[in-house]
């Protein structure tokens, strides 16, 4: 008697014991089901019998649209092109097209969380950009007139956080320029980073505070021996941590000088390259400035509330650091393996930033990465 295959997917029943935990062998395909999106497989996990569909708690669960359509219109979301200009293509609205967005985020969400990865990487880039939401001048300010955390309209900003050694995205949400934000973005970074993430930037106020309430020590001063009250533990920096500003001086708009200030960790960062600074994460910037029409320059697009912008900031990360290959992390093909395809003949084994990383061992597609299936964090052993 012929065996199932094996599918190698979790077991999405919360009952199961093994509910959710990356491929015991238990989950086999049955048979397959036509739906209105497409055909589908059939799975059932040995231990509880209840079926359920390939598809389930991925963008393309329980869908009424063609599964190409959904496909074309987010890759079209990541291509700069509106919602307007989706709906007329596909024949869609765009309620319809922010509801699946809604979905991929969701998904995009729940693959980069549990990723937890020690990156071996030099200082990390930090860096933001601001656009604006509804209007440019908010209606709800603070005491400084900028906008509330919580307002969906006025300046918002992208924090964004790069490993420069493989081109990856390590950290990327949308929030106020503030010191809670700056804390946020740090914390997400030292969890993926090998060790202590020192930081180059443009010279935040906010940044080499947050790195100091991530990475500190606690000294314990020695009481003198006299009478009162003993001296407090005392919170520093510690002495791997490096963090140097990027200083440039602009008059009337012209770059004049442009150098990087040691604030932190002269000993760990005088002998690396501090030329390249914040520039990868800038070039990072313009690639999500080409890829969406909001973020671009002086554009009559914007913005309608935070949310939509919270949504696109998690597509893009996952995209370009599985999905996209980069020029930068390319590999040269043996002389023996540059066969000729058609009318070309590559030269270039192409590579993401998580094959760059070691994370993956090939490139994803579109649709591998709309409807992978990962644990949850707390399923996870500490090398995966």
Known sequence: ??????????????????????????????????????KRRILRCHPCEPPCSETRETVLFDLRTSEDHVMRALQMLLGRVALAGIGCVLG???????????????????????????LPVRPVPLDEMWTCSARQHPCETDAA??????????????????????????????????????????????????????????GCTCSLAALSAACH??????????????????????????YGPLVQQKPQGKLLTRRTRVVLGAACLTPLDLTSSPALVERVNL???????PWARKTASVWKDRERMRQRGLLCPVFSNRARPHMSVRHPLPRHEQTRQGARQPRWRQRTPARAAGMTE???????????KFEPLDSQSMSG
């Open 287 to 293: 690639t999500l400035r080409q890829a969406w029409a």
């Open 145 to 202: 007139g900028a906008s509330e955390p919580d307002s969906a309209d006025g300046r918002q900003w992208g924090w964004s956080s790069l490993a420069p050694e493989c081109r990856w995205m390590i950290a990327a949400l949308v929030g106020p320029r503030t010191l809670d934000t700056a804390q946020e973005v740090v914390a997400a970074t030292k969890a993926r980073v090998a060790g202590i993430p020192g930081g180059l930037r443009d």
């Open 92 to 118: 869609g609205t765009a309620e319809t097209v922010l509801g699946w967005r809604r979905r991929a985020a969701h998904h995009a969400d729940a693959i980069n969380r549990p990723r937890r990865r020690a």
């Open 217 to 242: 020590v606690v000294t314990t001063l020695a009481r003198p021996g006299k009478r009162g009250r003993p001296r407090p533990p005392r919170c520093e920096p510690p002495p791997t941590l490096g």
């Open 362 to 372: 090939h490139v994803w597609t579109f649709r591998a990465l709309r409807t992978a």
């Open 1 to 38: 008697m012929r065996t199932p295959k094996d599918w190698g997917q979790p077991c999405p029943h919360p009952a199961c014991f093994h509910s959710r935990r990356m491929p015991p062998g238990t989950v086999r395909a049955l048979a397959t089901d036509l739906t209105p999106s497409g």
